[in-house]
């Protein structure tokens, strides 16, 4: 089945530390996304990608990295930078960017003790 | 003003109501309007897809769009305990180098 797969589903880490979250799509998407979800504050954007080797910055893209060296891959690394890391991470894919529907994963819930 | 408004309620109703769920935006040029449902701990996913003004109908959704007054509203009849969910509204314009704008999402708990 044609999707968005997220790993790892939960994932508790120390302050300090790097963490990657996982995010593969077998849809042959071209544009992929990550969004963090807070309770109250509704999706916000952290980074997406329109092509590989291609990203751009969304609305909160600081204290997080990405790559995209593969069209199926676009991987998230949430750095000791960020000051509040402790959210669910989902990732998304579409068609291109803007267009057509989102199709998102199951989401990443990242705690930070 | 954010670009996109929706009540975060949370809204309970019983089984059976009739459930109107809303959006205000500010950005006249948003062409695409879309209702995401999201279930607790899941990822969203797609419920209706819209494009311009009028209403669209799939089975007991109902999504519409009124242009002239920024708004656009999801309608469930005969809601079920398994509507419960989050209901997101999103948006865009629809050209390339621009993202979906979503709403911050509506509660909705259907009681049996």
């Known amino acids: 089945d044609g999707g968005i797969t997220q790993s790892p589903k939960y994932l508790f880490r120390k302050e300090g530390q790097n963490v990657t979250l996982s995010c593969e799509q077998n849809?042959?998407?071209?544009?992929m996304y990550w969004y963090r979800q807070d309770p109250g504050q509704g999706l916000r954007l952290i980074y997406y990608?329109?092509?590989?080797?291609?990203?751009q910055k969304g609305d909160i893209a600081e204290g997080y990295s990405v790559s995209r060296e593969k069209k199926e891959s676009f991987p998230l690394t949430v750095t000791s930078a960020q000051k509040n890391p402790t959210a669910f991470y989902l990732c998304?894919?579409?068609?291109?960017?803007?267009?057509?529907?989102?199709?998102f994963g199951e989401g990443s819930r990242l705690t930070v003790l | 003003q954010k670009e996109v408004e929706q009540d975060p309620g949370p809204l309970s109703v019983p089984e059976g109501a009739i459930v109107s769920l809303n959006c205000t935006y500010s950005?006249?040029?948003?062409?695409?309007f879309m209702w995401y449902r999201q279930y607790s701990r899941k990822g969203p996913e797609l419920l209706m897809y819209?494009?311009?003004?009028g209403n669209k109908e799939d089975g007991r959704f109902t999504a519409q769009v009124d242009k002239s007054s920024k708004y656009i509203s999801l309608f469930i009849r005969d809601s079920q305990p398994s509507d419960s969910a989050t209901y997101l509204c999103?948006?865009?314009?629809?050209?390339?180098?621009?993202?979906?704008?979503f709403g911050k999402g509506t509660t909705l708990s259907v009681s049996s």
């Open positions: 990608s329109q092509i590989v080797n291609d990203f």
């Open positions: 999103a948006m865009s314009v629809g050209k390339a180098g621009t993202a979906l704008i």
């Open positions: 849809l042959n998407h071209d544009a």
């Open positions: 819209t494009y311009s003004s």
């Open positions: 950005n006249s040029a948003f062409q695409y």
């Open positions: 998304a894919s579409s068609i291109q960017l803007s267009l057509g529907e989102l199709f």
